[in-house]
């Protein structure tokens, strides 16, 4: 029989990074919090951001992020200060002059049009306040319950939660099943995240309810 010549694959030659393209992956990565957006910048893969970032040696990171968070939330709320001021002296300054043109109406004055500008100033008003609400609330830090936390019975019931699939959920079983210890953590996690929610928790068996989840 011929001999068959087995051609082994040559594994591709891995580069190997830098301390200064380390330091800069790490520092993108504490710039935009973007596994995907810093590999793409320091082209490598996200396996390597993932992997240099998560590194024991660079507990710093979580810390440098944490300080990061912080300063652009300070950096917005000095953003809408400084732009609630303005805002203020001109909307001070277009009310000044309505008032001057309403006490001194003549033939060219249209009563309607003095109504529309002072309607516009309004709905702007409310729509700046809107606009600040949104900023607030889309750079507020989310609260997640520790992964070690959720029992493997309840893994799928968390998710189907947070994709918001439902909004009611009926739970069976008997004591001992560890749903009332889920429950006092995961109510308050969507609250937080969600002041303006609601929730209502009951439980069929009575006179247990004290007894069971009074101490959670």
Not at 36 to 51: D, G, I, L
Not at 125 to 154: D, H, R, S, T
Not at 204 to 214: C, G, P
Request: hydrophobic content about 30%; proline content about 2%; aromatic content about 8%.
């Amino acid at each position: 029989m011929p001999t068959i010549n087995k051609k082994t694959k040559k594994k591709p030659n891995r580069t190997k990074l830098t301390d200064k393209q380390k330091k800069k992956i790490i520092a993108d990565f504490v710039e935009n919090n973007n596994y995907s957006e810093t590999a793409r910048m320091n082209n490598v893969s996200e396996y390597t951001v993932r992997k240099l970032c998560k590194d024991s040696k660079n507990k710093e990171i979580k810390e440098k992020i944490e300080q990061k968070k912080e300063e652009n939330t300070k950096s917005m709320l000095e953003m809408i200060t400084e732009t609630n001021n303005k805002r203020l002296q001109v909307i001070s300054k277009l009310v000044n002059a309505i008032d001057d043109k309403a006490d001194k109406v003549d033939a060219f004055t249209n009563v309607k049009d003095l109504a529309s500008a002072y309607g516009i100033l309004i709905d702007k008003e409310f729509k700046f306040a809107e606009m600040q609400k949104l900023n607030l609330e889309n750079n507020k830090q989310q609260v997640y319950m520790p992964a070690k936390n959720i029992g493997k019975a309840f893994v799928d019931l968390y998710r189907d939660i947070k994709d918001r699939k439902h909004d009611d959920y009926w739970l069976e079983g008997g004591r001992g099943s560890a749903k009332s210890s889920f429950w006092s953590q995961i109510v308050p996690e969507e609250l937080e995240n969600n002041p303006n929610w609601c929730a209502i928790c009951i439980r069929k068996v009575a006179n247990t309810l004290k007894d069971s989840v009074y101490s959670q």
